[in-house]
């Protein structure tokens, strides 16, 4: 049975750091693509980075560009999601997803373009960011 857990959550000051990791069990992370989502109060959920395109790159919206980072570590079953400079508007329920994608040809795995939210099917139960003063 496929699991996620996230982890790492809490409460950080405006400028502050937090590393979310996203553990897998039940299956190998090796061939999944991951994805981490958002969802503020009150907003719809929102892709933060993703595996995106043709290319193997990962997407981040403008909102977490250059402050986000995400990694994986395949020995450790384990994905992450680096939080860096963060805002008071970062604050909300942080979800990680995965998918077994189809391959292209050249083995790269298939994906839309940015966050797909419908590509993944496997969601864990999320972790709780919140960042104020």
């Known amino acids: 049975q496929v699991q996620l857990v996230e982890s790492g959550g809490g409460l950080a000051q405006p400028g502050g750091s937090l590393r979310l990791s996203c553990a897998a069990s039940?299956?190998?992370?090796?061939?999944?693509?991951i994805g981490w989502f958002r969802q503020a109060p009150g907003k719809e959920r929102e892709g933060v980075a993703c595996?995106?395109?043709?290319?193997?790159?990962?997407y981040y919206p403008d909102s977490v560009k250059g402050r986000f980072t995400m990694s994986r570590d395949n020995a450790k079953n384990t994905v992450y999601l680096q939080l860096n400079r963060l805002k008071p508007e970062d604050t909300g329920v942080y979800y990680c997803?995965?998918?077994?994608?189809?391959?292209?040809?050249?083995?790269?795995?298939?994906?839309?373009?940015?966050?797909?939210?419908?590509?993944?099917?496997?969601w864990g139960q999320g972790t709780q960011v919140t960042v104020s003063s």
């Open positions: 039940g299956f190998g992370l090796d061939h999944y693509v």
């Open positions: 997803a995965a998918d077994l994608p189809d391959l292209a040809p050249d083995n790269m795995p298939v994906r839309g373009e940015g966050c797909v939210e419908s590509e993944y099917d496997d």
């Open positions: 595996l995106s395109g043709s290319h193997g790159n990962i």
